[in-house]
């Protein structure tokens, strides 16, 4: 079992910038792919980036490349996102996802395993 808590949400203007930081419970951090998805009101859940356990291999949608840039501290069982240049499109609650099958960077929030309880960002215009 992994527990995963986010925090490091806010408030920020459009074209500031956020740091989400997800620290996850267990020794075998480094096996999981780990994801952060977000949630729009009414909309589904969406991927926003992945990053493989030994944190070589990453992968973002399209919207966010670029601006966002995902990484993580396998000594300190955390896995962070920098958002800059925030839109107010990307206000959401956002999600860390831990993934036990460290083989590709799925998009698919069905492959992942652990969520945490998620943190809000709003951009304000």
């Known amino acids: 079992q992994v527990k995963l808590v986010e925090s490091g949400g806010g408030l920020v203007q459009a074209g500031g910038s956020l740091r989400l930081s997800c620290a996850a419970s267990?020794?075998?951090?480094?096996?999981?792919?780990m994801a952060w998805f977000r949630q729009a009101p009414g909309k589904e859940r969406e991927f926003v980036a992945a990053i493989r356990g030994s944190g070589w291999n990453t992968d973002y949608t399209d919207s966010v490349k670029g601006r966002f840039t995902i990484s993580r501290d396998n000594a300190k069982n955390t896995v962070y996102l920098q958002m800059n240049s925030l839109k107010p499109e990307d206000t959401a609650v956002y999600y860390c996802?831990?993934?036990?099958?460290?083989?590709?960077?799925?998009?698919?929030?069905?492959?992942?395993?652990?969520w945490g309880q998620g943190t809000q960002v709003t951009v304000s215009s």
């Open positions: 996802a831990a993934d036990r099958v460290d083989y590709d960077l799925a998009r698919d929030r069905r492959d992942y395993d652990y």
């Open positions: 267990g020794r075998t951090f480094s096996r999981y792919a």
